[in-house]
């Protein structure tokens, strides 16, 4: 089982960006999925799940409105779509998908003008 998160980077506040996880091992539309996020010495929180197969979706209040989380069963990866960056999302993002204890590396995602 392995998440593999590219993408991240460098965005202007107001801007968008989507993070992209890539499942291998087992298939994600099987299960639930979650974007977690750990700003410099702060605990990792968690940003947004999707459930399996109904795909019911639920966002911490701090992004509810600006982010989206989606899933693309034909290529086995789940999304975060996130817009309206603020200087506060800066953080490193991790996808995670709890049944099977499996983690992403994460990805740096810097909101700074």
């Known amino acids: 089982v392995q998440l593999v998160e590219p993408g991240g980077g460098l965005v202007q506040p107001g801007g968008s960006l989507r993070l992209s996880c890539a499942a291998s091992g087992f298939t994600v539309s099987s299960y639930g999925m979650r974007w977690y996020r750990q700003a410099p010495g702060k605990e990792r929180e968690l940003v947004a799940g999707i459930s399996s197969y109904g795909g019911v979706r639920n966002y911490a209040e701090s992004v509810e409105g600006r982010f989206t989380i989606s899933r693309d069963n034909a290529r086995n990866t789940v999304y975060l779509q996130m817009n309206s960056l603020k200087l506060e999302d800066t953080a490193v993002y991790y996808c995670?998908?709890?049944?099977?204890?499996?983690w992403g590396q994460g990805t740096q995602v810097t909101v700074s003008s």
């Open positions: 995670n998908a709890p049944l099977s204890g499996s």
